[in-house]
């Protein structure tokens, strides 16, 4: 195994959980109530906000899952807000549609985002000792409205470089993210290790593509491997149930 010169991490139940997640119920009912002020801002009366954010739900969810099965392409979220707007008999130019993507998103605070204790010290040892270290991650919105949910948690300065599947148009486990991260890194696949709760997504991208893979194992989500192209299961590693264990394994124990 090639010396580890670079870590990617995910960021959902790796470097953070939510503890005090609402229901399905209560975000829907926040993010309806979004979708109806910023369409009143327009001028544009509707009482279906609510149907409205439980129908994109259903759809971000059903679009991401067949597109990280398939195609591997990110799906156009606004495009599929564009199309629930119409049958309700709302038309909205693209720019305006995009805007109540953005809007209509609940944020961090709402859902109660906690950032794992020793998940910002684990990365400033690791830069600490030379390491170049970065995110990968599935989203269904990125851009400045994330960068600016990272600053709320003191994570908005800590990543060498942060991959975003809404921004790039990708999604793991296809390889392109992780091309991504490991070019903006200027470091080899077999040097970089990819840390991750999901089995699929994380460690099955990362051992296509010949790169150590850790684990990250959540607490209350069963997972099995999933076959590579060869036909053998993807394995971790390794595998960790805290963030801070990662110093623990071989590549980064001191002698």
């Given amino acids: ?38 369409l009143a801002a327009w001028g544009i009366g509707s009482g279906a906000g609510e149907r409205l954010a439980i129908a994109m739900m259903q759809a971000d969810r059903a679009a991401t899952r067949e597109a990280e099965r398939s195609h591997g392409r990110s799906p156009d979220f606004a495009a599929l807000l564009g199309g629930l707007l119409a049958r309700e008999g709302i038309s909205l130019d693209e720019r305006r549609t995009a805007k109540l993507w953005d809007e209509l998103h609940v944020d961090g605070p709402f859902l109660g985002r906690t950032v794992f204790p020793d998940s910002i010290p684990l990365i400033e040892e690791l830069r600490s000792r030379g390491l170049g270290v970065g995110a990968v991650t599935n989203r269904s919105l990125g851009g400045p409205r994330f960068r600016e949910e990272l600053g709320l948690v003191a994570m908005d300065r800590i990543f060498d470089c942060m991959i975003v599947s809404a921004d790039e148009g990708w999604l793991k486990p296809h390889r392109e993210l992780f091309d991504l991260a490991v070019g903006a890194l200027g470091v080899e696949h077999a040097e970089t290790m990819m840390v991750g709760d999901d089995l699929f997504a994380d460690v099955l991208g990362a051992k296509s593509l010949g790169m150590s893979a850790v684990w990250k194992r959540p607490p209350d989500r069963p997972q099995e491997p999933h076959p590579l192209p060869d036909g053998t299961l993807a394995r971790p590693d390794w595998v960790i ?6 110093l623990d394994l071989p590549p980064f124990t001191r002698s």
């Fill in 1 to 38: 195994m090639s010396p580890i010169r670079a870590v990617l991490f995910d960021l959902g139940d790796t470097l953070w959980h939510f503890p005090r997640m609402p229901s399905d119920q209560q975000i829907a009912r926040e993010s309806g109530r979004r979708i109806v002020a910023q």
């Fill in 241 to 246: 149930d805290r963030p801070g264990e990662l």
